[in-house]
Nanobody, 122 residues
């Protein structure tokens, strides 16, 4: 299967920056979409940003202009650069990936990382 290992996150002050990274390993052919979701306490998990294997990103409205997602297909890795952080950005950030398990097979499987905490103080 596929393992997603996240790193980064931590504590930042409002207006500051943090960077998250996620690397995929395991048994798969290639990655289709990779991205990030987040979940604040007592809230549902929500999309932050996703990027497809053509490097085309999609951002949640709250992330536009502040966050940048990027990926390296050769390394099966995805990054999230977060600038101008706000206290409401606090939450657990989850890496997600949609993998093609077999070559020439269009079926994909989705995977999640364990999550990394981001805390923004005011």
């Amino acid at each position: 299967q596929v393992q997603l290992v996240e790193s980064g996150g931590g504590l930042a002050q409002a207006g500051g920056s943090l960077s998250l990274s996620c690397a995929a390993s395991g048994s798969f052919f290639s990655m289709k979409n990779m991205g990030w979701y987040r979940q604040a306490p007592g809230e549902q998990r929500e999309l932050v940003a996703v990027i497809n294997n053509s490097d085309s990103p999609t951002y949640a409205d709250f992330a536009k202009g502040r966050f940048t997602i990027s990926r390296d297909n050769a390394r099966n890795a995805v990054w999230l650069q977060m600038n101008s952080l706000k206290p409401e950005d606090t939450g657990v950030y989850y890496c997600t990936a949609e993998a093609f398990i077999w070559p020439r097979q269009p079926v994909t499987q989705g995977f999640w990382g364990q999550g990394t905490q981001v805390t923004v103080s005011s």
